[in-house]
């Protein structure tokens, strides 16, 4: 098993940044890709950015050039961090961790980020 912990959500205005984090603990294989997702209610789960250990991040277009994803190997930790954001960037944001070498994919609770206009 594995848990997954965010932190960093929160209300910010247009234009404002926050950075996401999603610290990683128990059964976590050295082989393993943490992103991120985000919901919004009545709209499809969106990949927003992950990466591979040692791999490219992907981004979705709609956060490219104003989002970075970047890991601390040493404290399995992920990091999102969104700058100029918008009010459509407001959304449940979801860490995630998946392994080839484990049948699971793990997700953390979720963190509401809020952007006002």
């Known amino acids: 098993q594995v848990q997954l912990v965010e932190s960093g959500g929160g209300l910010v205005q247009a234009g404002g940044s926050l950075r996401l984090s999603c610290v990683a603990s128990?059964?976590?294989?050295?082989?393993?890709?943490m992103g991120w997702y985000r919901q919004v209610p009545g709209k499809q789960r969106e990949l927003v950015a992950n990466?591979?250990?040692?791999?490219?991040?992907y981004y979705a277009e709609s956060v490219k050039g104003r989002s970075t994803i970047s890991r601390d190997y040493a404290k399995n930790t992920v990091y999102l961090q969104m700058n100029s954001l918008k009010p459509e960037d407001t959304a449940v944001y979801c860490c995630?961790?998946?392994?080839?070498?484990?049948?699971?994919?793990?997700w953390g609770q979720g963190t509401q980020v809020t952007v006002s206009s």
């Open positions: 995630y961790f998946a392994s080839p070498l484990d049948t699971k994919n793990y």
């Open positions: 990466i591979h250990n040692g791999g490219t991040p």
């Open positions: 128990g059964r976590t294989f050295s082989v393993n890709t």
